[in-house]
């Protein structure tokens, strides 16, 4: 339904009140503020929060936004990252989807793009789960970019893979290209190497700081497969973030949106939110008839 604005904060009580009388859908992007070449601090956030607001049109879902101090792991070197304990962030987002499932919001969807949210969100989807029974879900942006080239022919999957410029329609679906950097001196995108390069299962050309790891990550997780911090600020990130004229940084933009809205489409959030109701339903119905006696006890309700 056409909505002045799906941001949760930016709407009044009562034109919340008025959604929830016709859906219960919300999408929670998840993100760290922390050190990304020369992206802005808030990148792995933005980019979720650009695909949450995309998914919400699909679906006539609301997006709280804002939660943008969590896990960051390696990239606690750079002093502009806000480090925040796993523990910590599980803690605030576990209350945040208590209070969500209280306001009304039976379908919540967590959107993330960090490479340590798995640390946060699978805990949290999993504990929430046990103890109230009602299934809320959790999206990966990297994922899902991935996810959408299984569905696209050749030709299309080829344009919409990159997932750095699916992050860049991020900027441009919330009004922030802006916040991007403008330098003159720098290369054009085109000339630039990449920091490293992730293969199946083997990393090429990593870093300095990481080479005394570079067997270890084969056999897990890169991201938390081992505790390392970052050496150097190039060495998350590189020299992402800068464009050598607004020209070029609106061009990637305008090919980013509309690459994110591929990806979306891609995803059939109708199919997903669908399923995530007929989870709720089974669960307390079926599971609870088998199971009920057994199951952990709920710890603010009965079954739902």
């Given at each position: 339904?056409?909505m002045?604005?799906?941001?949760?904060?930016?709407?009044?009580?009562?034109?919340?009140?008025?959604?929830?009388?016709?859906?219960?859908?919300?999408?929670?992007?998840?993100?760290?503020?922390?050190?990304?070449?020369?992206?802005?601090?808030?990148?792995?956030?933005?980019?979720?929060?650009?695909?949450a607001?995309?998914?919400?049109?699909?679906?006539?879902?609301?997006?709280?936004?804002?939660?943008?101090?969590?896990?960051?792991?390696?990239?606690?070197?750079?002093?502009?990252?806000?480090?925040?304990?796993?523990?910590?962030?599980?803690?605030?987002?576990?209350?945040?989807?208590?209070?969500?499932?209280?306001?009304?919001?039976?379908?919540?969807?967590?959107?993330?793009?960090?490479?340590?949210?798995?640390?946060?969100?699978?805990?949290?989807?999993?504990?929430?789960?046990?103890?109230?029974?009602?299934?809320?879900?959790?999206i990966?942006?990297?994922?899902?970019?991935?996810?959408?080239?299984?569905?696209?022919?050749?030709?299309?999957?080829?344009?919409?893979?990159?997932?750095?410029?699916?992050?860049?329609?991020?900027?441009?679906?919330?009004?922030?290209?802006?916040?991007?950097?403008?330098?003159?001196?720098?290369?054009?995108?085109e000339?630039?190497?990449?920091?490293?390069?992730?293969?199946?299962?083997?990393?090429?050309?990593?870093?300095?700081?990481?080479?005394?790891?570079?067997?270890?990550?084969?056999?897990?997780?890169?991201?938390?497969?081992i505790?390392?911090?970052?050496?150097?600020?190039?060495?998350?990130?590189?020299?992402?973030?800068?464009?050598?004229?607004?020209e070029?940084?609106?061009?990637?933009?305008?090919?980013?949106?509309?690459?994110?809205?591929?990806?979306?489409?891609?995803?059939?959030?109708?199919?997903?939110?669908?399923?995530?109701?007929?989870?709720?339903e089974?669960?307390?119905?079926?599971?609870?008839?088998?199971?009920?006696?057994?199951?952990?006890?709920?710890?603010?309700?009965?079954?739902?």
């Amino acid at each position: 339904m056409e909505m002045r604005t799906r941001i949760l904060s930016r709407l009044s009580n009562y034109e919340v009140e008025d959604y929830l009388e016709r859906n219960d859908i919300i999408f929670i992007p998840v993100g760290p503020t922390e050190m990304h070449g020369r992206c802005p601090l808030e990148i792995e956030y933005v980019g979720p929060l650009g695909m949450a607001i995309a998914m919400a049109e699909k679906v006539d879902g609301l997006v709280l936004d804002g939660l943008k101090y969590f896990y960051n792991g390696s990239c606690a070197t750079g002093k502009g990252t806000v480090r925040m304990s796993v523990h910590d962030g599980y803690m605030y987002l576990k209350a945040i989807a208590y209070s969500l499932m209280s306001q009304g919001f039976k379908r919540q969807i967590y959107v993330t793009g960090h490479g340590t949210s798995e640390l946060t969100l699978g805990a949290l989807v999993g504990d929430f789960f046990d103890e109230t029974k009602r299934p809320i879900a959790w999206i990966d942006q990297m994922t899902v970019t991935a996810f959408a080239r299984t569905r696209l022919g050749p030709e299309e999957s080829a344009k919409y893979n990159n997932f750095e410029d699916v992050t860049y329609g991020s900027y441009a679906i919330t009004g922030q290209k802006e916040d991007l950097i403008i330098d003159p001196n720098c290369e054009p995108r085109e000339k630039r190497g990449e920091t490293f390069k992730p293969g199946h299962n083997t990393f090429q050309g990593l870093p300095e700081s990481l080479q005394n790891i570079s067997h270890i990550i084969n056999f897990g997780s890169f991201a938390y497969s081992i505790g390392f911090y970052m050496g150097d600020i190039q060495d998350h990130g590189g020299a992402q973030g800068a464009f050598s004229s607004a020209e070029e940084r609106d061009a990637v933009c305008a090919s980013g949106l509309e690459q994110l809205r591929k990806v979306v489409d891609a995803v059939d959030m109708p199919l997903f939110v669908k399923q995530m109701a007929d989870q709720a339903e089974y669960t307390n119905t079926v599971i609870k008839e088998k199971f009920g006696k057994t199951l952990p006890k709920n710890k603010i309700s009965d079954w739902v």
